[in-house]
T-cell receptor, first 115, second 112 residues
Framework: NAGVTQTPKFRVLKTGQSMTLLCAQD?????MYWYRQDPGMGLRLIHY???????AKGEVPDGYNVSRLKKQNFLLGLESAAPSQTSVYFC??????????????FGEGSRLTVL | GDSVTQMEGPVTLSEEAFLTINCTYT??????LFWYVQYPGEGLQLLLK?????DKGSNKGFEATYRKETTSFHLEKGSVQVSDSAVYFC???????????FGTGTSLTVIP
């Protein structure tokens, strides 16, 4: 019973490098989200998806791109990493919009350090 | 804009002590309020929720009451256990947008 799985869990990048974080869920959820967590700032929404083939910007989308080619996967890409993107990234999913149940299912997080 | 503010931690309590973690919110309209918990090495999970004023959410001995007059949703537990050690996040959902507004999290450590 995997739930929401994020890979990789840890990564160190140099400024300017690119990388992709993968989020996979096995619960057949329509909605998927990428958040970042920074000290003293709580979780902030980067991008989200309301279904396969759809994506939308959240609160802090700059410097990131996303894709949802398959319903179960939601990819977060950094084309040219910057030190300001050092953070812990969380993926979440939900079957219904938050306003129906309020329940998001989160992955364990991916810690990214950009030097 | 909409937001939540929760008490800063870390909070350290002895086992069986009473716990309160304060959360206040700012929102237009009629938000729903949530508490999430993150145990070490795990993702966040929903602890409890309240969708309208005066509702009380409860789960695992934790309670929180949605108080519109004080714009608060404080988390309480009468007797904490070591297994309650975690980070607790207050969250708000408003309108029909697909996002929550999370607080900064409060770290709780319970010592035997």
């Amino acid at each position: 019973n995997a739930g929401v799985t994020q890979t990789p869990k840890f990564r160190v990048l140099k400024t300017g490098q690119s990388m992709t974080l993968l989020c996979a869920q096995d619960m057949n959820h329509e909605y998927m989200y990428w958040y970042r967590q920074d000290p003293g700032m709580g979780l902030r929404l980067i991008h989200y998806s309301v279904g396969e083939g759809t994506t939308a910007k959240g609160e802090v989308p700059d410097g990131y791109n996303v894709s949802r080619l398959k319903k179960q996967n939601f990819l977060l890409g950094l084309e040219s990493a910057a030190p300001s993107q050092t953070s812990v990234y969380f993926c979440a999913s939900s079957y219904l919009p938050w306003y129906d149940t309020g329940e998001l299912f989160f992955g364990e997080g991916s810690r990214l350090t950009v030097l | 804009g909409d937001s939540v503010t929760q008490m800063e931690g870390p909070v350290t309590l002895s086992e069986e002590a009473f716990l309160t973690i304060n959360c206040t919110y700012t929102a237009t309209g009629y938000p729903s309020l949530f508490w999430y918990v993150q145990y070490p090495g795990e993702g966040l999970q929903l602890l409890l929720k309240a969708t309208k004023a005066d509702d009380k959410g409860s789960n695992k001995g934790f309670e929180a009451t949605y108080r519109k007059e004080t714009t608060s949703f404080h988390l309480e537990k009468g007797s904490v256990q070591v297994s309650d050690s975690a980070v607790y996040f207050c969250a708000l959902g408003a309108g029909t947008g697909n996002q929550f507004y999370f607080g900064t999290g409060t770290s709780l450590t319970v010592i035997p």
